[in-house]
């Protein structure tokens, strides 16, 4: 399975220890972590590394680092991750080589802020989901957001995915967004 997607700007790969680089500069970013997580300290960061860089089922479930097509420079991350029910982050045990987890998943995204204001999330979530129902099992893709980050509703809402009501995760009730397959099918014969 091909997991590096180009879109027209960007170069989506799997992510791996090199990214230590942009995850310090994501995280450690009050403006970015402000609706994902608290502020991180390096130390936090470099022993999540290896959970950000494990994948599931075929490799199909993981994180991608976002990247410039022509120039390489790092944007940030998008990810399709098993949505946590009564947790308040992401379960990486579920995240197992050649299993699909037994849950929902989420599709995710966080930019650097330098690369805000750009199209970049939207292009590269729009080209995950493409991967999604192309290229795995998966029927259906979730996401959710604080009710605050409209920049993140907003790139949900470009990449097609439905306003469903609440549902509860993140140990929250929290927006529900959804695509199905069918829907993003249906999505693209209207291009
Ligand atoms: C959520 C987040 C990724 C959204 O970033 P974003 O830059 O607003 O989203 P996009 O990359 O899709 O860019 C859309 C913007 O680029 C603009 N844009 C500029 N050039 C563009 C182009 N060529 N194509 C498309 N849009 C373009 C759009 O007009 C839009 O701006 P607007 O909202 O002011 O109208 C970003 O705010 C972020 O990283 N936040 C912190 C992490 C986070 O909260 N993640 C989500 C957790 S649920």
Request: hydrophobic share 35%; charged share 30%.
């Amino acid at each position: 399975m091909e997991l590096i997607l180009l879109t027209d700007r960007l170069r989506l790969r799997p992510t791996d220890e090199s990214d230590l680089d942009l995850s310090l500069e994501m995280f450690t970013d009050p403006d970015v972590v402000e609706y994902v997580c608290d502020l991180m300290t390096e130390s936090e960061i470099r022993n999540e590394i290896p959970n950000w860089t494990r994948r599931g089922g075929n490799g199909c479930i993981g994180i991608w680092c976002i990247s410039d097509r022509d120039s390489g420079e790092k944007y940030g991350t998008v990810f399709l991750l098993p949505m946590p029910i009564d947790e308040d982050g992401t379960d990486y045990s579920l995240v197992v080589p050649g299993r699909m987890p037994e849950a929902e998943i989420e599709i995710g995204f966080e930019l650097k802020r330098s690369a805000w204001g750009k199209g970049y999330a939207t292009e590269a979530c729009k080209r995950v989901l493409q991967f999604a129902f192309e290229e795995t099992p998966l029927n259906e893709v979730v996401a959710s957001f604080y009710e605050e980050n409209i920049a993140s509703r907003n790139v949900l809402e470009k990449s097609g995915l439905f306003d469903r009501g609440r549902m509860w995760c993140y140990g929250e009730d929290c927006p529900n967004y959804r695509i199905t397959r069918n829907e993003w099918m249906e999505s693209q014969q209207n291009l």
